[in-house]
């Protein structure tokens, strides 16, 4: 079945050490998105690929980087992470960018920092 | 803010009622969306409503639209235990921004 793939479920790091969330997808999107979500909160974007072409919300903190190698994988980078960052990361595709699309959401990445 | 506010934040009924949650929004959309978020889990699309539509049916769900009141609405019909999740909408005017949800419990 075509879907969208997080890796792993959960992740537990330490404050201020570097981690890697991974996201694979079948669908052959043009588009991937990453998501944070803490705990009885909307999603809320952090940046998007279309296609090679990165995206940045002007809110993500520098903190946060993104790696999209081809079109089936995208990486979420947190360079030192805080307390602040556990949350649930959310990656998504669509086919079109932004408008007009519905978007497919992978299980998600639980992060805790310790 | 062009986020969505769903209304109520939280909502316990039985099996077998309806359950209506409301969404309101700021600004001009392309469409309207809604997601149910399983706990701990990943969004699931439920419906897709243009801006020119007033309504719009699927299985036991049904959505409204209003534009001029900047509103839309889902309602689930026979609810089932399975049902409890929460349910986000997203509003789309050139990219997604999510509302903050209803924690729908359906008791069995």
């Known amino acids: 079945d075509a879907m969208v793939i997080q890796n792993p479920r959960y992740q537990v790091t330490q404050f201020g050490k570097p981690v890697t969330l991974s996201c694979s997808q079948t669908?052959?999107?043009?588009?991937m998105y990453w998501y944070q979500q803490k705990s009885s909160q909307a999603p809320k974007l952090l940046f998007h690929?279309?296609?090679?072409?990165?995206?940045n919300e002007a809110d993500t903190p520098d903190n946060f980087q993104s790696r999209r190698p081809n079109t089936s994988f995208c990486f979420l980078d947190i360079r030192s992470p805080g307390l602040g960052d556990a949350a649930m990361y959310l990656c998504?595709?669509?086919?079109?960018?932004?408008?007009?699309?519905?978007?497919?959401f992978g299980p998600g990445t639980r992060l805790t920092v310790l | 803010s062009q986020q969505g506010e769903e209304d109520p934040q939280a909502l316990s009924i039985q099996e077998g009622e309806n359950a209506t949650m409301n969404c309101s929004y700021k600004t001009s959309i392309n469409n309207l969306q809604w997601y149910r978020q399983n706990s701990g889990r990943g969004l699931v699309h439920l419906i897709l409503?243009?801006?020119?539509?007033r309504e719009k049916h699927s299985g036991r769900l049904r959505v409204t639209l209003d534009t001029s009141k900047k509103s839309s609405s889902l309602l689930i019909t026979a609810s089932r235990a399975a049902d409890t999740a929460s349910y986000f909408c997203a509003t789309d005017g050139g990219k997604l921004v999510f509302g903050k949800g209803t924690k729908l419990t359906v008791n069995p």
């Open positions: 409503i243009r801006s020119n539509e």
């Open positions: 669908l052959n999107h043009n588009v």
């Open positions: 690929y279309y296609d090679k072409d990165f995206n």
């Open positions: 998504a595709t669509s086919r079109v960018a932004g408008g007009v699309g519905t978007q497919y």
